[in-house]
């Protein structure tokens, strides 16, 4: 098995437990499957984390740091409202379906107390980006409105994510939440 620095195992860990969440699901993954798709002795495994749970946990946030990234790299192109709450959705979107089975996946393991507690304060986290397009758009309360929004999309990107395609008449709603009806 290859050495290196412990950062590298660490990001071997968690894409190879990405790329096999996506072939075999949460019943198939084994800590065995993880250490040999990343290149590393299984004892490296527990280097890192502690048992599965740490390893869903760490995994859960690997999978939102990479879309936070390019969000946030969205949000400066655009000022605050319409367009740029539409189009870093889009990206969250767009990243869920392509991970889609990690996205089942992590909706699966909601019920292990601490990634519940990480997926609440992601939602707070893209929330609080939220409010500014809100209060942009003139909506009262924009703090709820955000909320709201986020458990929408998260909502529509799980449910994208176990139909494996896009849901486009859920996505041109979410629009028509933003922009009104057609009239």
């Known amino acids: 098995m290859a050495r290196g620095k412990p950062e590298e195992s660490l990001k071997k860990l968690l894409e190879a437990g990405m790329a096999l969440c996506e ?4 019943l198939e993954l084994r800590i065995e499957d993880i250490t040999a798709r990343a290149g590393v002795a299984k004892g490296t495994f527990y280097l ?4 599965r749970d740490a390893f869903y946990l760490a995994l859960h946030s690997h999978f939102h740091e990479q879309i936070a990234q390019v969000i946030v790299a969205e949000l400066t192109l655009h000022g605050a409202g319409a367009t740029r709450l539409l189009k870093c959705s889009q990206l969250y979107l767009a990243h869920c379906l392509q991970r889609s089975g990690v996205k089942y996946l992590l909706r699966q393991l909601r019920c292990i107390p601490a990634l519940e507690q990480a997926v609440q304060l992601q939602n707070t986290r893209f929330s609080l980006l939220a409010q ?8 009262e309360q924009p703090e709820q409105v955000a909320d ?3 458990v929408m999309v ?6 994208e994510s176990v139909a494996c395609q896009a849901h ?13 009806p057609a009239v």
């Open 154 to 159: 998260a909502e529509l990107a799980a449910q």
């Open 168 to 180: 486009w008449g859920a996505r041109a709603a979410l629009q028509r939440f933003l922009t009104g």
């Open 132 to 139: 500014a397009d809100f209060t942009a758009l003139g909506f």
């Open 148 to 150: 709201l929004w986020i």
């Open 48 to 51: 890192h984390f502690e048992n």
């Open 23 to 26: 072939q075999q699901g949460l």
